[in-house]
C-alpha cells in the first residue's frame, strides 16, 4: 500500500506544471501610495498601465478609475485574479482592465506605457531584460521600495505614508 501511494504521489508531482518563481511576498499597497505612484508616472487617459504581481488589482483599477487609462495585471495566484477581476467589476472599470493569471517573467509588457512594481530588488533585476527590450521610448516605470539594479532612477520619492510607513518610489522614463 505504501509504495502505491508513493508512486501515485510521484506521478502527480511529475505531471503537474513547474510553478513559477513567486518574485515576491504578497504585499497589498496603501491606497495613498498607489495614487502616488500613478501620479509620479504622469498617467492619463491614454496610457496602459501594466501592474507585474498585480495582487488585488488595485493600481490598474486606480489607473482606470482616477486616471482614465487602461490597465493589465497580472499575479501567478488565481484567487487573487479572480478578487481583482470582481473589484474591477465592482469599481465599474471591468471594460477598462483586464487581469490574467501569469508569470511576470513570461508577460509580453509592449503595449505598455507605464508598468508599476511592487516586487524585491531581486526580481526587479530579473525583469530589466524584458523591460529593456520590450517597452518603447518613453515609458514609465515606477518601482515601490526597490530598485531596479544599478540604473539611475530618474525621480526618488521617499516619505511617509499615511500610517507613518516610509515608503520610497523609483521612476525611470524608457530612452531610445
Not at 498607489?34 to 488585488?56: E, I, K, N, W
Not at 539594479?149 to 522614463?173: N, S, Y
Request: aromatic share 6%; glycine share 6%.
Amino acid at each position: 500500500m505504501k509504495s502505491a501511494l508513493h508512486l501515485i504521489l510521484s506521478m502527480a508531482v511529475l505531471a503537474s506544471p513547474a510553478q513559477p518563481e513567486k518574485l515576491a511576498p504578497s504585499s497589498a499597497t496603501p491606497p495613498d501610495v498607489v495614487d502616488r505612484m500613478l501620479t509620479m508616472a504622469r498617467v492619463g487617459p491614454s496610457d496602459v498601465v501594466y501592474d507585474l504581481g498585480c495582487g488585488d488589482g488595485r493600481i490598474v483599477i486606480a489607473a482606470a478609475l482616477k486616471f482614465g487609462a487602461r490597465g493589465v495585471g497580472v499575479d501567478i495566484d488565481p484567487m487573487l485574479v479572480a478578487r481583482a477581476q470582481a473589484e474591477a467589476r465592482a469599481a465599474g472599470v471591468a471594460d477598462r482592465v483586464t487581469f490574467a493569471v501569469q508569470d511576470a517573467m513570461t508577460v509580453d509588457v509592449t503595449p505598455a506605457t507605464v508598468v508599476t512594481l511592487y516586487l524585491l530588488a531581486a526580481s526587479n533585476a530579473k525583469l530589466r531584460p524584458i523591460l529593456t527590450t520590450q517597452l518603447r521610448p518613453g515609458a514609465r516605470i515606477v518601482s515601490h521600495n526597490y530598485p531596479i539594479g544599478d540604473w539611475d532612477p530618474e525621480q526618488v520619492d521617499t516619505f511617509k505614508d499615511v500610517r507613518g510607513t516610509t515608503r520610497t518610489l523609483f521612476l525611470w522614463t524608457m530612452r531610445p
